[in-house]
């Protein structure tokens, strides 16, 4: 097995994480260095400069993801604002700014994950998952706004679904397939 670090604070990403990769024979090893995560127009700009940041102090193969949901009649709000707002208003606010509205509740969950190997090369890898937000919050599983995104073509939130179920799904379980991908070439 190889070693493989993921910057992360969130003990959430980090099991869908070492759940996928355990695939590709990586033991994913948590490593909360903090980092700072620019206020940016999108999840790649974060992500670069969290890189860019942590290359210099860390010196070992590592990954770190940035992700957010996009809310189609909030005019993709909260997008890369996803964790200030979650902090500040969480899904109870979300299904208030939503409150009235019966159908057009699209939303789409995106992920980007930077892998650094040990010649300190950066790969960047995106996934994306379509979904609406539902009514109200429902499950027990998972982080963030998982309690109420369901995905496409499904009837249960991702709070409601197990690691590899949401890893089946999810924007992140899609970036991490991609990493996969590129990782057994
Ligand atoms: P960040 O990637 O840690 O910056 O996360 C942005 C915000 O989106 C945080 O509030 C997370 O809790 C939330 N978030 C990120 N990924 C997911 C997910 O897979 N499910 C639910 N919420 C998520």
């Known amino acids: ?58 010196h070992k193969p590592f990954i770190i993801e940035d992700a957010g949901i996009f809310i189609k009649n909030l005019n993709d709000f909260p997008g890369v604002y996803s964790a200030d707002v979650f902090y500040k208003i969480g899904c109870k606010g979300i299904l208030k700014l939503l409150d009235g509205i019966k159908k057009d509740r699209g939303a789409c969950f995106k992920s980007v994950i930077a892998y650094v190997n040990s010649d300190k090369q950066i ?12 009514f109200e919050e429902v499950g027990d599983n998972g982080f963030g706004y998982d309690p109420v995104f369901i995905p496409k073509c499904e009837n249960k ?25 590129f990782i057994k070439e």
């Open 1 to 58: 097995m190889k070693d493989l670090y993921f910057i992360t604070s969130n003990k959430g990403k980090y099991k869908e994480v070492a759940n996928k990769l355990i695939e590709a024979d990586f033991k994913v090893i948590q490593k909360n260095l903090g980092y700072p995560e620019v206020q940016a127009n999108s999840l790649e700009d974060v992500v670069n400069f969290g890189v860019s940041y942590i290359l210099e102090r860390f």
């Open 123 to 134: 790969h960047v890898f995106a996934g994306e998952c379509f979904g609406h937000i539902g």
């Open 157 to 181: 939130t991702f709070a409601e679904m197990t690691v590899d179920e949401k890893n089946r799904f999810s924007h992140r379980g899609n970036s991490l397939d991609r990493l996969l991908g």
